[in-house]
């Protein structure tokens, strides 16, 4: 699964962090991947910001890894997360994620990929991947999520999944729906906790009946009933 904005800001990694730790929780054992080269990592939200650089072991790696290898990564909360650790000081990185993903594939369930705005992730991902926008309920947002959701439908076999993300906009975020015909739309209710629990280092998804929990479960549900029809 990678997890692409049509917006900064708009919570990407919030929610993917929240989907692994969500996965984690039904035994499925997540590869979590930082796929924004920034100062504020993925480890972050998963309530540890003093785990380091992770990504500088795995940036030059090309061809075949041993599964072994990702042992060594540090396990947040049953996550396995491949993380900037604030320093983001490797270059080339993009092209190592194809052996990575391939090597969590023997023991991971599942891989969430925190892209972002980074739309040079779809370039190294394998087509199967299945890609979710997050679109901020506003009309400009909606706007801005159109060229993004033609390039994620041109790169990737299956429909991104869209998630309206409430901003606290005046509008429904649900009166957005029908601007994504062909995509399996959920969403996200505006959470004014999110930023609370990143102050107080709990993990994103950690509240079980939060809206980021809640859409997370709907998220994995979606990423399991594709797999299972496929």
């Not at 992770?54 to 599964?67: I, K, M, N, V």
């Not at 990702?70 to 997360?81: K, S, T």
């Not at 991971?108 to 199967?128: E, F, K, Q, T, Y």
């Amino acid at each position: 699964v990678a997890l692409f904005s049509a917006a900064g800001g708009v919570g990407v990694s919030t929610l993917s962090a929240a989907l692994a730790l969500t996965a984690a929780r039904q035994d499925l054992r997540p590869f979590l991947v930082d796929g924004q080269a920034g100062p504020a990592g993925v480890e972050m939200l998963l309530g540890d910001p003093l785990v380091g650089n992770q990504w500088s072991r795995f940036a030059e790696t090309r061809g075949y890894l041993h599964p072994d290898a990702l042992r060594g990564l540090p396990l947040l909360e049953g996550v396995r997360c491949l993380g900037w650790g604030g320093r983001p000081d490797a270059s080339n990185w993009l092209a190592a994620v194809p052996s990575l993903l391939a090597a969590a594939a023997r023991d991971h369930s599942i891989a969430v990929v925190d892209a972002g705005m980074n739309a040079a992730v779809c370039d190294v991902l394998p087509r199967a991947t299945r890609p979710c926008l997050v679109v901020p309920a506003t009309w400009r947002g909606v706007l801005a999520a159109a060229p993004r959701l033609d390039h994620l439908a041109a790169s990737f076999d299956d429909p991104p999944v869209v998630v309206l993300r409430d901003v606290g906009g005046p509008d429904d975020p649900r009166s957005f729906a029908a601007e994504f015909a062909g995509s399996p739309v959920l969403v996200a209710d505006f959470d004014p906790r999110v930023i609370e629990d990143e102050a107080r280092c709990r993990p994103q998804g950690d509240r079980r009946r939060s809206a980021v929990s809640r859409t997370a479960h709907l998220l994995l549900e979606q990423v399991a009933r594709r797999q299972a029809a496929a």
